[in-house]
């Protein structure tokens, strides 16, 4: 642990309710996505390009308010942004080529990874209600996965997977090391955007097309770079640094219930019953998980702080 004391109930309530809200704001991260219309590649550089940019100009603003958090925090640094390269070109592949609940639900497979990886890497103990949730977690991800391969969309599918385990890697370094990493967060953004403009045909004219609700692909794009995905990748990281990897990345779960829902309200895109089975699966098991470490993790914090002198 990377703190010089645990840290106590109120930090710990505190760390919930702002991971919280950055799970709130991923949800609208593909609903945005999808509302721009643009295509695959050019979304990874749009999209990239504008949260380096905004994390990079909120780095600047903590750096002249006296904060001294390096730009890219070392090895760890380095390897959060590696993670974060293919974490955001396999997600936007995962939305453009799978429906928008497989991608949430096989998304939601990043706590049960980040428990794994918590215990493989920087051994944690993994209570066996741990891989109780975990075993039913992949039970419905399977169901989702099968659906996939059956309706032709399993490289989407695939995506979503890769990219939970990018997510996972990421908040289990943030756990193992404390350090700030929102800037590494935003190097693997601009490094997804590089690849995107080397290898792939951008095509920009797309940008000032018609989106949805006849609004410009730019807007979406650029509400989601410049606001949501900068405010919500900030919050997400901090919660590593007082909460386990694992009950952090729970509150990926809220994207898991909400985005289906904002999805077939913008879109009437609604999910199959074994999605829909698989999805419920996995909900109510990361709802009784999540429940479950809260109070553990109260518990404990207060033991704690009422044996100090």
């Known amino acids: 642990m990377p ?26 991260d593909l609903p945005l996505l999808r509302l721009s219309m643009a295509d695959q590649w050019t979304m990874v550089f749009v999209r990239g390009i504008l949260l380096f940019s905004t994390l990079s100009f909120g780095w600047f603003v903590a750096r002249w308010m006296g904060d001294r958090a390096p730009f890219l925090a070392g090895g760890a640094g380095i390897a959060v942004a590696c993670a974060s390269t293919l974490g955001n070109i396999s997600y936007i592949g995962a939305v453009v080529h799978a429906p928008a609940a497989n991608v949430v639900f096989l998304i939601a497979l990043t706590p049960v990874i980040a428990a794994s990886l918590s215990h493989l ?46 997510s996972a890697t990421i908040l289990t370094i943030i756990r193992a090391t404390g350090r700030k990493v929102a800037t590494s967060l935003a190097l693997g953004s601009l490094a ?43 919050l997400l990281a901090r919660g590593p640094r007082l909460l386990p990897s694992a009950d952090v990345s729970m509150f990926f779960m809220l994207e898991t219930i909400l985005t289906p829902i904002w999805t077939w309200m913008l879109f009437a895109e609604a999910p199959s019953p074994r999605v829909l089975a698989g999805g419920l699966l996995l909900i109510l098991t990361l709802l009784a998980h999540s429940w479950w470490r809260l109070a553990v993790s109260m518990r404990t914090a207060q033991a704690i702080s009422s044996d100090r002198p």
């Open 121 to 166: 890497v920087l051994g944690e103990k993994v209570h066996g209600y741990t891989w109780t949730a975990t075993i039913l977690a992949l039970c419905g991800a399977a169901l989702i996965a099968s659906q996939g391969i059956d309706s032709g969309h399993w490289v989407g599918d695939g995506l979503a997977m890769v990219s939970a385990f990018c």
């Open 192 to 234: 997804s955007s590089l690849i995107a403009l080397m290898s792939f045909n951008i095509v920009p004219s797309t940008l000032f097309g018609t989106g949805a609700f006849g609004v410009p692909s730019l807007v979406w794009l650029g509400l989601n770079g410049l606001i949501v995905m900068p405010l919500a990748t900030v």
């Open 3 to 28: 703190f010089d004391s645990p840290p106590s109930g109120r930090q710990i309530g505190a760390a919930f309710f702002i991971t919280a809200i950055g799970g709130l704001l991923f949800t609208f």
